[in-house]
């Protein structure tokens, strides 16, 4: 069976510090891959989407940045943290598009 | 950017009461999904209806999509203390290669 994993589930970072998190999935090949950010209380913003390596789409032009060195391997970075990047990040995957996707358990990220 | 949106923000009910929300979207798709959301938990998905369907039924859920309004709905029947969390829309566009567009969402709280 198919499972995400995404770490690390909570991530205290100071203004400034680059930030490094990631997402694997196992049980699948080349999957579509997601990076969404969640604000408290609000919905998700899609921030990048891989549909195989060294294919990325950027949605929102910010300060972050993604990667995807192996086919299930996502991680989403930032050389320098901002305030207003503090939130909650998923990682997704799905088998292609028009299918359901499956959720990581989530970051919280909080930049002081 | 966010496709859909839901309606109400904020749902307060009974257990036993149905508890009805939908969603708008704003551009052709070809299908539309509803995900449900434990507080500061990842996504889980609950139904997919393809954009030539009407109505799906799973369980306890109901779900129309009216394409000529651009719209959907979740019905959730005979609620329970446990379906409280956050439900979500997300949208599958026609243009290939593109990502699930999710909505603001819907709080939904049952109390017993």
């Known amino acids: 069976s198919q499972t995400i994993h995404q770490w690390p589930a909570t991530l205290v970072q100071p203004v400034g510090s680059p930030l490094s998190l990631e997402c694997t999935v196992e049980?699948?090949?080349?999957?579509?891959l997601y990076w969404y950010r969640q604000a408290a209380g609000r919905g998700l913003q899609l921030l990048f989407y891989?549909?195989?390596?060294?294919?990325i789409s950027s949605e929102v032009p910010q300060n972050l940045s993604a990667s995807r060195p192996q086919d299930r391997q996502f991680i989403l970075s930032s050389k320098k943290l901002l305030l207003s990047d503090s939130g909650f990040y998923l990682c997704?995957?799905?088998?292609?598009?028009?299918?359901?996707?499956?959720f990581g358990q989530g970051t919280r990220l909080t930049v002081v | 950017s966010q496709q859909g949106e839901e309606d109400p923000q904020a749902l307060s009910i009974q257990e036993g009461e149905n508890a009805t929300m939908n969603c708008s979207y704003k551009?052709?798709?070809?299908?539309l999904q509803w995900y449900r959301q434990n507080s500061g938990r990842g996504l889980v998905h609950l139904i997919l209806?393809?954009?030539?369907?009407r109505e799906k039924h799973s369980g306890r859920l109901r779900v129309t999509l009216d394409t000529s309004k651009k719209s959907s709905s979740l019905l959730i029947t005979a609620s329970r203390a446990a379906d409280t969390a956050s439900y979500f829309c997300?949208?599958?566009?026609?243009?290939?290669?593109?990502?699930?567009?999710f909505g603001k969402g819907t709080t939904l709280s049952v109390s017993s």
């Open positions: 997704a995957w799905r088998k292609t598009m028009n299918t359901e996707a499956f």
């Open positions: 049980g699948t090949s080349n999957p579509n």
């Open positions: 891989s549909i195989g390596i060294d294919q």
């Open positions: 551009t052709s798709i070809n299908n």
């Open positions: 209806i393809r954009s030539n369907e």
């Open positions: 997300a949208t599958d566009g026609q243009q290939a290669g593109t990502a699930l567009i």
